[in-house]
């Protein structure tokens, strides 16, 4: 029997706008809990007249409905998560987390006119890549700089300003592809350059380079394989030579190098890779690479080298296309000031102090975890292995650094179950999964995200 009295005593739209618990959420936003407010009562009336439900909610009831929504709603689909897995650089996790130190500078840009474009000094219209000439040239000691949106962008750039319709000398075993859209021979066509490969895969020597010259030559081209390694019999001359031979035929000498080191991380156990700084003096002409990787810093892709070669790419119609904005710059020019003082850079750059986190200090995070996890007497198995965790970003492809992993397995549901709980926390836990286990590396956790895996850990399985 349909109730029509108990319809009518469903509370108001206007009455509850009016509530006290809910009028504090009409002023942020009274549209959208009108709406809210709206579609929970059409649906109880719906339900009620359908039958599915005989009795309607009382007003305490819908008024906790409309707040759960009204929560929910707010949530934002691009939010922060708890990297468990112990890659660095992890592509997927958007790479480098920024150092907190950059904070300051990033929300002085973001909420103020800036100078970006304006010379303070003549009160003349400025260039948005003046900000970092300085502090590039005391940190490399290149000419000019210019930024744009990622790496890929500043092939893009480069080649598209000094060798347009012109064939860039590559060799063989440097036409890579990195991350699994970057592929360097479909960007050198785009950029409208025309690849000449030199070599074979494994081998390239210099007399290959210099028969590959002839008069439609435009560049010499170098790419940091930086996502792996030929190995075995392999020889390509060096980059000195390489130097030479561009500059007796009046060519530029251009370096890929990827990920952009700045500091030698060898005395922290890991294995050479080129600086930018090396790169240069080498004889390089245009050094790019991209600012979230090694460097640790914000999306982007650097290109520095010799202002003969950097100022036309200023004037380059594509760079309008690729240029970063304000907050992109502010947060790059906070990073690498931090590299004045390697030390501080060390400390102060998450994806560098993760990287040198040795093996000693995972291993007591580790155990401390595990403790914590012990005590709160969950329902769960827990374990603790050494393990290895991954650079990333496509950076040292055969080194892994030494970690410890503390492992769970509950007792009452699926690792699978468990990993989509975690993801789905109001700050998501992506751990690693592997033989039916969930997999927490501390090296790519601090001290308060550890704390709140235990935590969270405690509300998704005790019962
Ligand atoms: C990663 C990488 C790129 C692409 O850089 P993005 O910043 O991701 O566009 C290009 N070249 C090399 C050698 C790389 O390692």
């Known amino acids: 029997m349909i109730d029509y009295q108990k319809l009518a005593d469903l509370p108001s739209v206007d009455g509850l706008l009016k509530h006290d618990r809910i009028e504090k959420l009409v002023v942020d936003s009274p549209k959208k809990v009108k709406a809210t407010i709206q579609d929970i009562l059409k649906s109880y009336r719906e339900a009620y007249l359908s039958g599915e439900i005989t009795e309607l909610p009382r007003e305490e009831e819908i008024i906790n409905q409309i707040l759960k929504q009204q929560e929910e709603k707010n949530e934002y689909s691009l939010k922060e998560v708890i990297n468990a897995t112990g890659t660095i650089v992890h592509t997927n996790l958007g790479r480098s987390p920024l150092s907190l130190k950059v ?164 005395s922290f156990g890991l294995p050479y890779e080129p600086t930018i700084q090396e790169s240069l003096k080498q004889g390089c002409d245009v050094v790019m690479f991209s600012g979230d990787k090694l460097l640790g810093g914000p999306q982007v892709g650097v290109i520095i080298g010799k202002k003969e070669y950097i100022e036309p790419m200023k004037s380059n119609q594509l760079l309008r296309a690729l240029r970063v904005d304000k907050l992109t710059l502010s947060a790059l020019e906070a990073t690498l000031n931090l590299y004045l003082e390697p030390e501080i850079a060390l400390k102060e750059i998450p994806t560098l102090s993760m990287i040198s986190k040795t093996y000693e200090v995972c291993l007591e995070e580790a155990k401390g975890l595990e403790l914590s996890l012990r005590q709160a007497e969950l329902p769960i198995i827990i374990e603790r292995i050494t393990e290895k965790s991954q650079v990333g970003g496509g950076s040292y492809p055969e080194y892994q650094l030494p970690t410890e992993l503390v492992g769970i397995k509950s007792e009452t549901i699926s690792v699978n ?32 995200e550890r704390e709140m895996i235990v935590c969270e850990l405690k509300k998704i399985l005790d019962v």
């Open 417 to 448: 179950q468990l990993a989509m709980l975690l993801r789905g926390l109001e700050k998501p836990i992506i751990p690693r999964i592997k033989n039916d286990r969930i997999w927490f590396d501390v090296r790519t956790l601090n001290q308060k």
């Open 103 to 266: 904070k300051e500078q990033l929300e002085k840009s973001a909420f103020s006119y800036t100078n970006l474009e304006y010379n303070l000094e003549t009160g003349e219209r400025g260039s948005r890549y003046q900000h970092l000439e300085e502090v590039v040239k005391k940190l490399t000691g290149a000419e000019d700089v210019v930024v744009v949106n990622n790496n890929a962008a500043a092939v893009m750039l480069a080649l598209s300003t000094l060798i347009p319709q012109k064939e860039v000398l590559i060799s063989r075993g440097e036409l890579v592809e990195i991350g699994g859209s970057f592929r360097i021979p479909e960007v050198i066509e785009l950029s409208g350059g025309v690849i000449r490969e030199v070599g074979t895969t494994n081998k390239t020597h210099l007399k290959d380079y210099e028969k590959g010259i002839n008069e439609e030559t435009g560049a010499i081209m170098k790419v940091h394989t930086s996502n792996y390694r030929v190995i075995g019999f392999t020889e390509s001359p060096s980059i000195e030579e390489l130097a030479d031979l561009a500059h007796k035929n009046n060519l530029p000498i251009i370096n890929d190098l990827g990920s952009g080191l700045l500091i030698d991380m060898q």
